[in-house]
């Protein structure tokens, strides 16, 4: 009987501590994905005004017309500059639109340009303040300070917030392995669309010439019903400027339509891991 009473109490005892450790186990946890999640949400409580909300509710069926119409999604980054002005003046001589993803800059002359290519219809997309890839790259908090500041400019120059960008470099580069999803949710969460390129007219590389961004952009439009085409209108792109000069024609003859980027394109992204 004496032997009995002890074992039930061994035993009791036993499940005690059992219970003990898996409860404490799970409490632990819990700390820990609560601590995480707070530590995620400080730089989501900060830039209280960087949000937009426009909606994609119509994204399929724009894929749909782009199917029909062989979309071409011309896009420049790194402006505002002089080429900016000549390109505008090309995009009007054939009266079509196309979308700007703009570098902030104080000049008097560069908030002149980006409102006369807004005035105009195009669409203004968020790029970067400083376009420094260290510098942006190194949080998700540098990051959103830049956008912030680049994004409250374009809105004073436009009156318009702008609802896109695009990452410096693309959503995928060297710089940003360790923040870049993060940096995406958190733009998505605040209602922003980022937009990558399917076509590059490879004018930011170290060779190129007026030729060799042509036929990057005509073989890249090739057979796509929609193409996010990847230019530069930065202050050297002499050579960007005159192969535009054949490329919309040229296109054009082909039955593509030139169209900008507003809130029912699909976003072309590439993939984050
Ligand atoms: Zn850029």
């Known amino acids: ?88 003046d090309i995009l009007d001589k054939y009266d079509i639109k196309a979308t700007f993803f703009v570098i902030y800059n104080e000049s008097d002359k560069a908030k002149e340009i980006i409102k006369r290519t807004y005035e105009k219809g195009h669409t203004i997309g968020v790029h970067s303040a400083s376009h420094s890839y260290k510098e942006i790259y190194s949080s998700v908090d540098s990051f959103l300070s830049d956008f912030e500041k680049c994004f409250e400019y374009l809105k004073d120059i436009t009156g318009d917030a702008p609802s896109i960008f695009r990452f410096p470099g693309g959503s995928v580069n ?13 733009l998505t969460r605040r209602g922003f669309t980022y937009f990558d390129w399917n076509v590059s007219g490879e004018d930011a590389t170290k060779n ?44 054009l003859k082909e039955g593509y339509v030139f169209l900008p980027i507003d809130e029912n394109v699909h976003p072309t992204v590439f993939r984050i891991d």
């Not at 035993?11 to 898996?22: N, T």
């Not at 007026?210 to 019903?225: A, P, Q, T």
């Not at 960007?240 to 054949?246: G, I, K, P, S």
């Open 174 to 186: 060297n710089y940003n392995k360790a923040v870049r999803k993060d940096i995406a949710d958190e």
């Open 1 to 88: 009987m004496k032997f009995k009473k002890a074992a039930g109490l061994i035993y009791l005892f036993v499940a005690v501590v059992i219970i003990s450790c898996i409860s404490e186990h799970f409490t632990k946890k819990e700390t820990s994905l609560f601590e995480k999640a707070v530590q995620q949400m400080e730089y989501q409580l900060d830039y209280s005004n960087l949000y937009c909300y426009s909606n994609l509710t119509e994204e399929l069926n724009a894929v749909n017309a782009d199917m029909e119409n062989k979309a071409v999604y011309l896009t420049f980054d790194d402006g505002p500059s002089a080429r900016t002005e000549e390109i505008l």
């Open 208 to 251: 190129y010439s007026e030729d060799s961004i042509y036929s990057n952009v005509l073989m890249g439009c090739k057979g796509r019903n929609s193409s996010v085409v990847l230019l530069h209108d930065s202050e050297n792109k002499k050579e960007t400027v005159a192969a535009l000069e054949r490329i919309i024609p040229d296109l």
